[in-house]
């Protein structure tokens, strides 16, 4: 039976800081061609999920599922999962908060996680405004969470409540469509994040601050995140997310 990493958590603790301090969201259609045979239709499913072991209790509804939620993370990550998590509506916030990442902003009121507390720390003003070099520090937290999560106790975790996940992306309006695709979509987009060398310049033309670089300010709400968190933090998101893409992708039925 094929495996499933937990690659929700990591997004959805980089979710918590999106564009809480900064500036926070066309189709097309090529002309038929009765000459050209039409591109082979994508596998409905690309990166099916199973149950690594058959569930001891039936999963409850998606609507009463927190409790079951809580007590999973609780063994998963200890009594005392960390305070800036949200223990209410907790797929519905998932979910929505992994589908929006590669979108231009990201609600806070939908997160599963708290923001960073405190405001950006910046270096100079005006026209040499950046993030300073300590402002990573706020996301430290965060990104040891990220880091740390029990990867073999986590796939058991996602792939037993995995219905209720898939059955909440297709209340968002995704009949057809597959979260854990969906999932392996953003992780790819997520490690496509460019690199800064040197200080991230800010402007403030309002309240927000946003990125000084029109190219980055058009980056997503996610690829923002990597940017805000620091580069050696970045680093080490990114690692975890390309070991979790990685066997997501690759690894084999039992």
């Known amino acids: 039976m094929k495996r499933i990493m937990l690659w929700l958590i990591p997004p959805i603790v980089l979710g918590a800081v999106a564009a809480y301090y900064f500036w926070p969201e066309k189709p097309t259609s090529a002309p038929e061609s009765i000459s050209t045979p039409a591109p082979a239709a994508e596998p409905a499913i690309r990166y099916p999920v199973e149950s690594i072991d058959a569930p001891a209790t039936p999963l409850p509804p998606l609507t009463e599922s927190d409790e079951a939620l809580n007590a999973a993370f609780s063994a998963l990550l200890g009594k005392n999962p960390p305070k800036f998590l949200y223990l209410n509506q907790i797929i519905q916030r998932i979910v929505a908060t992994v589908d929006n990442l590669p979108r231009d ?17 910046t270096v100079n003003s005006r026209d040499n405004l950046a993030l300073g070099p300590k402002n990573a520090e706020r996301y430290q937290p965060y990104v040891n969470f990220m880091t740390a999560i029990p990867i073999d106790s986590a796939v058991a975790l996602y792939a037993r409540f995995y219905p209720l996940f898939q059955e909440q992306y297709e209340k968002l309006g995704y009949p057809g469509k597959y979260f854990n695709d969906r999932a ?23 309240v927000l601050y946003e990125f000084a670089d029109p190219k980055l300010e058009q980056l997503s709400a996610g690829q923002k995140i990597l940017l805000r968190i620091g580069r050696a933090n970045a680093v080490k998101v990114k690692e975890k997310l390309n070991e979790i893409r990685q066997a997501l992708v690759s690894m084999k039925p039992q």
């Open 105 to 121: 902003h990201v609600a806070p009121r939908l997160m599963p996680v708290k923001p960073v507390p405190g405001v950006p720390i």
């Open 184 to 206: 392996v979509e953003v992780i790819d987009h997520l490690l496509a994040a460019p690199e800064v060398d040197g200080p991230v310049r800010l402007v403030q033309p309002r």
